[in-house]
Every structure is written in structure tokens, then in C-alpha cells.
């Protein structure tokens, strides 16, 4: 896994004969590729950024950098909150953007083959106009890529109800560390010959295989009209309960999102909206399907027998955006370092309990949103400068710890990356993390796929 790479130089030269314009050196595009959505930024510029247009141009691509030993930085849409897209000094960054076509969806069989560069809500108004849809809805759909929503297994606000990206995907077409083409998975609903190796690349941010296409399912568009609901609590742990026992009882909106009070403090001001009162913690489930509005009521009911006060909204999409106003009215303040633990449901009231404890031992605010349905927070540090400052990793560091502590997970729907690879083994263990390693290495004996991301043997204890 160690041996020296060829010079850059001679590495351009191959890639140049190989793909002409398609290999890219201009400033712009290289100091693009030197970050993403994370904050962080490469200290130096990569190679070149190569664009693809076919499977046979990342063929071409992965065989020469196996040749040379040269590690690839896979990157779609660049909106990755972990660093994982970020390309450095002597790594080609292969770039699927362009690979952007919608090859089929088939209505009978409820699926879309796309390549791996179409962009989310592209994919979804082509459905949208056969009477289907893309669950998957992270709040980058609109520059994030199909690929790039498999390679993080990325969430949204309605898994609630539909699930994360690997519940859609079907099959995929990989392009190996050594330039082999595989095709996993199957094109059926079911399907159990072998290891499931497409459950392993979903969320396996570009260490294993360049996914090129994805075959993904579809769901019927549903015809009725949702019905929202919202309620505020002064107390947060409340605000938990009202979550945890609409679901004991079996309620299932497709949309629960908790807002807490620095949070919509924060979200308010910046939407000027003096209507939304300040002090309280706020709750939003959105109901769907034949029995959405008898579904809200008794979700409010639930809600109501806590001792909350409940709205039920006709303006449903203004209080979506509201909830989705909430980095832009962070980033008003300063850089933000979204987090993204989960936990239990029956853990949330302590998460947030902890968040609260956390803040005063750091002497800062943590305004946390939580997609609270499926116990998956965001903890948000707003921080000045160009780095993350010391004390808000520390920060971090206790709520990762918290969030393992409590059974949960350092990351639901963002991803390990560079940012989190020093917490990897905290939460899988010594012993999964060497078989986790032995799996890269086999997909990867080389090491040049996104080397250094997610895993980074050196902080193996
Ligand atoms: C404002 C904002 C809101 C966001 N909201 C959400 C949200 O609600 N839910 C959520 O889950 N995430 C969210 N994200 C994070 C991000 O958008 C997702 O992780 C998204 O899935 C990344 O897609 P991308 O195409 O931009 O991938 P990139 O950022 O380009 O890459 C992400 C990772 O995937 C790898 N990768 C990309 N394409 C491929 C491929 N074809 N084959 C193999 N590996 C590949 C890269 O190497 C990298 O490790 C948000 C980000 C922003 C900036």
C-alpha cells in the first residue's frame, strides 16, 4: 500500500494522450476541487480535475492511475459536509458532473438508470412528469449528485418515513481501483445471490469503486394533500417527548423535524419574521398519503396531551422553509461546522439535554435542528477565521462521545470523510475497523481510491 507514485508531470501527460480536453489545469477548476462543502480546504492544488463523460472515460482514468500509483478523488456535486470530495498534491480529482444523462425510467418497473452525475431534483421533476419520484431529498438536491447521494447513503427530511438513499438504490455500475467495470446488485425488487456489494458502496465515499451508473427505484407519486403540523415547547426535553411518544404509538409522519430554541431564534431573525415567537423550541411533522389529515389529528392529539400548543398549518411550505432557512441564517454569523450524530429515538431527550450541558461547559452556542424522527441531530458551531478554532472541536468531541455513549452513531446521512476519521475506531471498535481496512484494501490493494478519507490507519490505535 506504500509504493512511491509516478511524477505528476508524467501522470498529466498519460491522462492528456488518453482524454484530451476533458483533463482540466486551469486555476478555477483546480482550486475548486480543493474543497467542498466542509470548510476545509486542501493546502495544495491536485494534478488536473479530469470530467468524464462515460464509463469508458473513468476506465481510462482508473487504469492509469493504477499504472502509476496515483490516488483519485471521485467528486459529483462537491456538496459533501465531510471533506470527502477534496482533492490535494498528487491526486487526480475525477470529477462525474458531466455525467448527467437520465438513461431510462421505466414506469412498469417503478425504476430510473442514471448516470452517476445527474443531479438529484433533475432526476426528480423527469419522474415527476411519469407520476413518480426519488424519496432520497437531502436539502442539496438541487446541486448534488445521484452518484454523490449513494457514495454519503445521504438522508433528507422525509426519510422519517421513506428511508435513507440505500433503500432506492437497485444496482450499480462500478468502475474498480484497477479499471474493471462490475455491474451489483440486481434490477428486481428482491434479490439475495451473494453479499449484498451494494448495500457495501452505498456510503462508501468514493474508497471502494468510481460508481458510474445507478439503477434506482421509484414511487408512485401521491395524489393527496399533506397536511402540516407544529408546536412549540420552552422545554426541550419536552419537545423529545412529544417525538418519542408519537412514535411509541405508532404514527408515522413522513416529515418530523425539531428546531431548537438558539436554532429558531437564529432562523427568525433572519426571515425578519417577528410573527414566530422567541424563547421556544419548535416541532414540525408533515403527514402524507389517503389519511394524512385524520393521521395529523392524531399525531396533534398526542402532542396536545403533553400540554403543547398545536397549529395546524395551511402554509405547510413556509414553515419547510423555514426549517431549511437554517444555514443561510447561521451563515450570516460566521463559518458553520454542521455536525450529524444520531441516536435512539428513546435517547433524543438526553442527546439534547447533553448539547445544552455542552454549551455551557464550552461557553458557546450549539443551535441544533433535528431531523428528529429518526433521531438524527445537527449540532451547529458557528465559528469565525478559516479554520475550525480548537475549542469547538472539543466541543465536538464531547458530543460525538455522548452521541456513541448513548448507542447512537458519529454520523447518520454526512459521512466520516477527513473531518471524522479520527473518531472511527471510538465508535466501530479496533476489530471492525482492521476487517473494515482488509475490505478497502481488497477493493483497493493499492490505496488510490480517496486515500486518507474516512480511513487513516496513522490514528489506528
Ligand atoms: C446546504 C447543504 C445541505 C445539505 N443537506 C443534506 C441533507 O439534508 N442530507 C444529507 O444527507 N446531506 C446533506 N448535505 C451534504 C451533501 O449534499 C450530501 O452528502 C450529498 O449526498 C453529496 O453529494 P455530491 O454529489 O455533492 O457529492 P460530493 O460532495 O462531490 O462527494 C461526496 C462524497 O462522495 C464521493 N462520491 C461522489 N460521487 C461519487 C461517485 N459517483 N462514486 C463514488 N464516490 C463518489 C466523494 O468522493 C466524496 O467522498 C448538504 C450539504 C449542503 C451544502
Known sequence: MTSRPEEPGAVLSQLTDALGSAVLIDPKSLAEARSDRSGKTSEFAPICVVEAKSTQDVVAVMKIANQTHTPVVVRGGGSGL??????SSGEIVLSLAKMNQILEISVENRWAQVQAGVINQDLNLAAQKLGLWFTPDPASRVWSTVGGNIATNAGGLLCAKYGVTREAVRQLTVVMADGEVMSLGHETVKGVTGFDLVGLLVGSEGTLGVITEAKVSLKPVDPHPVTTLSAKAKDIVLAAKAVQ?????????SIFELIDEPCSRYISEHLNMTSVESGFNMLIAQTDGAGSASLAEQIADVWRGLGLEVQVEERGEELLSFRRAMLPSLEVKGKVLIEDVAVPISKLGEMLQAIRSI????????????HAGDGNLHPNFIYQGEEVPQHIWSAADAIFRKAIALGGTLTGEHGVGLLKRQWL????????????????KLFDPKNILNPGKVFDPENFK
Open 425 to 440: 475506531v471510538d465508535e466501530l471498535g479496533q476489530a471492525q475497523w482492521k476487517l473494515q481496512w482488509e475490505i478497502k
Open 245 to 253: 411518544e408519537t412514535i411509541r404509538q405508532g404514527l408515522q409522519p
Open 82 to 87: 465531510a471533506g470527502g470530495a477534496i482533492g
Open 359 to 370: 454549551e455551557s461547559q464550552f461557553g458557546i452556542e450549539i443551535p441544533t435542528v433535528a
